[in-house]
């Protein structure tokens, strides 16, 4: 089953997210199968490629509660 969820990257206190699209089994920060975007929750800046997200929840990736939330930006 695929997934659409965050990718912490950063330093401690200092969070950087990838948004990606991966395999549920795998780690947080496991190998994604592909990168979607970013998010940076300090400072509030997201950048998302919305093709490759369509893409990806229409071969049946779902989207975590975050990333739907997002995504509705």
């Not at 401690?12 to 920060?29: G, H, L």
């Not at 800046?45 to 093709?51: A, C, N, P, R, T």
Request: hydrophobic share 30%.
């Amino acid at each position: 089953m695929l997934r659409i969820r965050l990718s912490r990257r950063g330093k401690k206190k200092a969070p950087f997210y990838r948004i990606v699209a991966t395999d549920i089994r795998t780690k947080r920060s496991g190998a994604p199968l592909e990168e979607i975007g970013t998010y940076n929750p300090k400072t509030k800046e997201l950048k998302i490629d919305k093709s490759k997200a369509e893409h990806w929840i229409k071969k049946g990736a779902q989207p975590t509660e975050t990333i739907q939330t997002l995504l509705k930006k």
